[in-house]
């Protein structure tokens, strides 16, 4: 799937950061652009440092940490030259909203929200040195229909949204664009690595239970990360992406739903879901 070349035009430059790159989405998403020709920053906390040329490009894997500033701070000290930023690390929290205590929550906010920030506030100079440049979040279709027993996950995509909107008005006079990429369930470690928090004694046991299961069924039925990549790669092709992308036709007509139906009927749909 990775062996997947096109030959687009280079909208936004060559140099690219990656964010979570050491699996999934963002691994991907590294490994594709670099194949296509990019010279590729891939960053995760875990990753093993090395330089690997691949395809028509380069992959320079480094370790660092988007919720540490010291970490993020060295990392700028390696790259003088940047045109994309591609912001893929995450995690997920997943439990009742009642039941999730504010030091878990933090920690999803930490590493879904401003972790982009951080990355944004450290590089964004380098990309107003640019004619264009391009900030690609990947966000997800829990950032417009919030998910039950995962409201502090769907928080996070929220304020990502928010803030990539506001940016994207802001920088624009500094030729920096910014897109969201809205994917729905995707088969990757993310499903295994979701952190799960239900009390045993917790009213909300048996439906949490419950729901997170079909998450994890309908994630590891899902579409394969190599999906993402091939849209985020596509987005650097076009001098004008959209704002926002949801990824397939199944979740683009789903967002329509909260413009045409109730609030009320769309927590049923959910609920009756999960």
């Known amino acids: 799937m990775l062996a997947y070349i096109v030959f687009m035009k280079k909208a936004f430059g060559t140099n690219v950061l990656v964010t979570g790159a050491s699996s999934g989405i963002g691994k991907s998403i590294a490994e594709l652009f670099a194949k296509n020709g990019y010279t590729v920053y891939a960053i995760s906390r875990s990753i093993e440092e090395c330089t690997i040329d691949m395809g028509m490009g380069r992959l320079r894997q480094i370790r660092c940490d988007v919720t540490d500033e010291d970490s993020i701070l060295a990392l700028r000290?390696?790259?003088d030259k940047l045109s994309i930023i591609i912001h893929a690390a995450g995690c997920g929290i997943a439990g009742s909203a009642e039941d999730v205590d504010a030091a878990l929550a933090r920690k999803q906010l930490e590493v879904n929200y401003l972790g982009p920030i951080a990355i944004n506030h450290a590089f964004l100079p380098l990309l107003r040195?640019?004619?264009r440049s391009l900030i690609i979040f990947i966000s997800s279709i829990a950032g417009r229909i919030p998910i039950p027993f995962q409201s502090h996950y769907s928080s996070s995509k929220y304020a990502l949204e928010a803030y990539a909107e506001a940016l994207d008005m802001e920088a624009r006079p500094f030729g920096v664009r910014t897109v969201l990429l809205e994917p729905?369930?995707?088969k990757t470690g993310f499903t295994s690595s979701r952190?799960?928090?239900i009390p045993d004694d917790s009213p909300y046991k048996a439906a949490a239970e419950k729901a997170i299961s079909r998450m994890e069924r309908d994630e590891m039925n899902g579409r394969s990360p190599e999906t993402v990549a091939r849209m985020a790669l596509k987005a650097a092709s076009r001098r004008n992406p959209p704002v926002r992308k949801p990824i397939g036709i199944m979740y683009s007509m789903l967002m329509?739903?909260?413009?045409?139906?109730?609030q009320k009927l769309i927590h049923r749909i959910l609920m009756a879901m999960y």
């Open 195 to 197: 952190q799960k928090y």
């Open 77 to 79: 000290a390696r790259i």
């Open 184 to 186: 729905g369930d995707t």
């Open 129 to 131: 040195e640019n004619e």
């Open 256 to 262: 329509i739903l909260p413009r045409i139906l109730p």
